[in-house]
DNA sequence: GAGTATCTTGAACGAACATTCAAGAACTAA
DNA sequence: TTAGTTCTTGAATGTTCGTTCAAGATACTC
């Protein structure tokens, strides 16, 4: 017996930011390779080929986001003040450099969903359970007094989500802008509004 | 002296899909042959090679959409009512076959604007100048007293372009749901509040 | 410490890629 | 009809791609 020697989250992390730097079509796996540090054998071995380590690294996106998205909510305050602050940190991405402005599961489901089905499939569902927690913040703001208005939870989610994905396309064109966050800020407004 | 044979908005048009279809990348010089009809010879002969292709069907594509926006406020209606129809003019697009639902522009920026600094020029002044279309609109609208909001136009205007931007996202997630409506009237309800 | 199972290495492979170019076809002008 | 110019054709080119695999290295078991 033997176990592998990488490290499979820091590999994934960095097949990641091939990805997201390239895009899976231009991003080869010479430079795969050299991102990981591993060879193409051992990446063939762990992930099978290209697409697989593009799912592992869609998965590894998943978690971190995932992860990501509790640790805003965990701390003790007003539900509405966490979900601003969220908004805020992905304006603060919007304005950074450009790999960190777009997100790898948009990315991938713009490049990849007319060519392959599950794929598309995944990713659809990892945005659809992310908008499913965002509704339950919603929901929660609600039963605490901290929102009124009518409009339904979900809805909401859905609203948001459309904003934050238009949010991250409006940024390609303008780099480090304030107008970003006067978007944001109209965004989080209609939503709380009456 | 002899003229080309081919017609070449035709042509532009056949690349303009096949390059939505499957994105720039995986677009083969051999399915741009078989999709405009064009020898190799031909096409680097009008358009000097795959790039100088893709940056005049992104040029056709502009004059395209110019002239279909343009219709939408030819007639004699409320400005307002115009700004409607071409919004839903938009929902009626997301909710059509999955070519149709992305915008050649904005998936041309998602995959090459960090690998191409001058196309990435080139679209972010297209949608610029879309922008400023749409803010003249909204200028028009308060002139004419159909709009009472204190928001300033050009704001008015890049919110909306978030909310496009957003919801053909938003829609490849959603094949042909009610969801895409309902988020584009909440956008222009909210556009045209106070 | 010998044997074995597993992982690592990287050269080699065929396929697919964008691009070229010389030969052939077609139109214009005289 | 003919000469000259321009466009069309598509096989050939060199490169890069994703992938394979046999040889070598390493760690665990008994």
Redesign the pocket.
């Known amino acids: 017996?033997?176990?592998?020697?990488?490290d499979r989250e820091q590999v994934l992390r960095a097949a990641m930011n091939a990805f997201l730097h390239k895009g899976y079509a231009k991003?080869?796996?010479?430079a795969l390779t050299k991102a990981t540090g591993?060879?193409?054998?051992?990446i063939?071995?762990?992930f099978e080929?290209?697409?697989g380590l593009l799912l592992a690294s869609l998965e590894q996106y998943k978690q971190d986001r995932n992860d990501e998205f509790q640790q805003f909510f965990i701390q003790e305050r007003p539900v509405l003040d966490s979900l601003k602050a969220y908004i805020d940190n992905i304006v603060t991405e919007c304005n950074s450099c450009d790999t960190a402005k777009a997100c790898l599961l948009t990315k991938s489901l713009s490049e990849l969903a007319e060519q392959d089905e599950s794929i598309k499939i995944f990713i659809s569902e990892v945005l659809e359970q992310w908008q499913q927690s965002l509704s339950a913040k919603f929901e929660q703001a609600k039963k605490l007094g901290e929102l009124t208005t009518t409009k339904d939870s979900k809805h909401l989610a859905r609203y948001l989500v459309m904003g934050i994905y238009g949010l991250r396309t409006f940024a390609h064109t303008h780099p480090q802008s304030a107008v970003i966050q006067q978007l944001a800020d109209q965004l989080y407004e209609d939503l709380c509004r009456e």
Chains 1, 2 share one sequence.
């Open positions: 017996m033997r176990n592998a020697e990488f991003t080869s796996m010479q591993l060879h193409p054998g051992s063939y071995c762990a080929n290209k697409r």
